[in-house]
């Protein structure tokens, strides 16, 4: 199970459940399908899927935990095209314009009529826990569906005292020395793509793919004051991914020889190859944070 996305929190204080503990209060959250009138529902599944009963997966001191999310599909068009329908019938029998809270009373009339029958869509959010060094990692596109993830993990195991991680020098200031090629880290290498903006709300926003970021074109939107929000860039051979100012990395894409080495393993099922993907990926990610947090001249802890 490889990650593709990274939205970093740390904990505030040490997290003492161990992985057995974990799985018993997870099954207290844990997921249930859509009823006929739910539009949607959200709880935690086995992390290796169907099949298999634990709700957490551990190995190495780390623990993997899964939510699961059912929604009810209901095409946007299609309940506009009711409303106004039904809206136009009443309108004309009552000879009368209905009122925007009428036309909402009517949407939540037809979408509730039409819960039963609805087609369902799902989806899964996978994070572990390092306990040992205060971190629980969401693979989540986007910040709302990692939080999501910690609210509800929250909710079942009764507290989960975790921030974004916060960090000594502006990320935003220090990808665009990066880009000035200033004191860009060794074990880095700057990929094709990046996002430049200026600094101001309305300032214009310059997107780059596929583009040599060292050349002259790039260093005048620089020298213009644009600086750089997103960055494409490759950790020590081992990864890519992009690199955003809130301190997420998106894309993750980990390199084959890693893949390999996880298949040398010598895995002989679905389980025994989860384990091992598992293992090499959070061994490879727990030496990567540390770097990471020093690439912005370390972290700002809470007071």
């Known amino acids: 199970m490889w990650f593709k996305n990274l939205q970093l929190y740390r904990f505030t204080s040490d997290f003492t ?34 099949g298999f009963d634990n709700m957490v997966h551990a190995a190495n001191g780390y623990i993997m935990v899964c939510a699961r ?29 209905l009122y925007r809270k009428e036309r909402e009373t009517l949407k939540e009339e037809i979408i509730f009529d039409a819960l039963p029958n609805a087609f ?33 993990l929250r909710e079942t195991i009764g507290s989960l005292p975790v921030v974004p991680p916060q960090v000594i020098a502006s990320p935003s200031v220090i990808m665009t020395q990066w880009l000035r090629d200033e004191n860009v880290p060794e074990d880095l290498l700057l990929g094709d793509e990046c996002e430049l903006r200026e600094s101001s709300e309305d300032g214009s926003i310059l997107r780059c793919k596929r583009q040599d970021l060292s050349a002259e074109e790039v260093s005048a939107h620089l020298d213009a004051g644009k600086q750089a929000y997103k960055l494409a860039l490759t950790w020590d051979d081992k990864f890519s991914a992009i690199l955003n100012e ?19 393993q010598g895995a002989e099922d679905a389980a025994a190859k989860f384990d091992a993907d598992f293992a090499i990926m959070t061994l490879t990610l727990a030496r990567f944070l540390p770097r990471f947090l020093d690439y912005f001249e370390g972290e700002k802890r809470p007071v």
Request: glycine share 6%.
């Open 120 to 152: 369902t869509r799902s989806s899964h959010t996978f994070a572990y826990i390092d306990p040992k060094n205060g971190w629980l990692v969401v693979d989540a596109a986007s910040p709302k569906k990692a939080e999501e993830l910690c609210s509800y």
């Open 246 to 264: 809130d301190l997420t990395l998106k894309r993750l894409k980990f390199d084959d020889t890693l893949l390999d080495e996880a298949d040398d």
């Open 69 to 97: 999310k059912e929604e009810k599909v209901m095409p946007a068009g299609a309940i506009k095209e009711l409303v106004n329908e039904k809206a136009s019938i009443i309108e004309a029998q009552e000879d009368r314009k």
């Open 17 to 50: 459940l161990d992985s057995e503990t974990l799985a018993e209060k997870l099954i207290s959250g844990e997921f249930q399908p859509c009823g006929k009138r739910d539009l949607s529902q959200y709880g935690w599944v086995p992390p290796m899927g169907q």
